[in-house]
């Protein structure tokens, strides 16, 4: 296998769930936002929305209402990990490809992340949290945009886990 940067940051990058409190740096949001503007998008039409939450009250009214919405989480569990920052991806409701595009987005925003030293977690558990009516409108998306995920980013205060074990029966060949 080559191993080069490209490689070794997709392989060494993992979910991080421990975080320090101080906020990032405005240059490395601003950097992995850019980054992120780069993944590709259906039709290159970048139909997609970042939206930066750096509210403690917004971050901790999103997790009630997704309690409210019927998450569960076990008792203690902060779902966004005390993160000071949370990325929401959206996209307008109508687009054949929202999913998609926020999916990619927050590949590449997680790969920056990871290539500035920062710590990031994909967090689908809030989902209904932020589609709640009174939190989309708190979070003021563009028009017909809807949220398709969101990731919690950070300075890391843990060393990545190890990686789970690789499924080996996941790929199949038609030749
Ligand atoms: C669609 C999706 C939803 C996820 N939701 C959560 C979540 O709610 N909370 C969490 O801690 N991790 C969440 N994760 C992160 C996964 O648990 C993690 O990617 C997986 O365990 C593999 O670990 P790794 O990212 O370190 O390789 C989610 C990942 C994906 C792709």
Redesign the pocket.
């Known amino acids: 296998m080559i191993l080069n940067h490209t490689i070794e940051a997709l392989l060494d990058?993992?979910?991080i769930?421990a975080f320090r409190s101080e906020q990032i740096s405005e240059e490395e949001l601003t950097d992995i936002l850019y980054t992120a503007k780069f993944a590709p998008s259906a039709m290159g039409l970048q139909a997609r929305h970042f939206t930066v939450i750096q509210n403690k009250q917004l971050i901790s009214d999103i997790v009630s209402s997704a309690v409210r919405n019927g998450a569960t989480f076990v008792q203690g569990h902060t779902?966004f990990?005390k993160a000071p920052t949370v990325i929401v991806l959206s996209a307008p409701q109508s687009a054949k490809y929202g999913r998609e595009d926020a999916a990619f987005a927050s590949m590449n925003l997680m790969m920056a992340a990871h290539a500035y030293g920062l710590g990031s977690?994909?967090?689908?558990?809030?989902l209904d949290g932020l589609r709640d009516e009174a939190i989309a409108a708190r979070l003021k998306l563009p028009e017909d945009y809807v949220p398709f995920?969101c990731l919690c980013v950070g300075y890391p205060s843990e060393h990545?886990?190890a990686?789970?074990e690789r499924r080996t029966d996941d790929v199949s060949y038609v030749r």
């Open positions: 990058r993992r979910s769930r779902p990990y977690c994909y967090i689908g558990s809030v995920g990545a886990p990686p789970k």
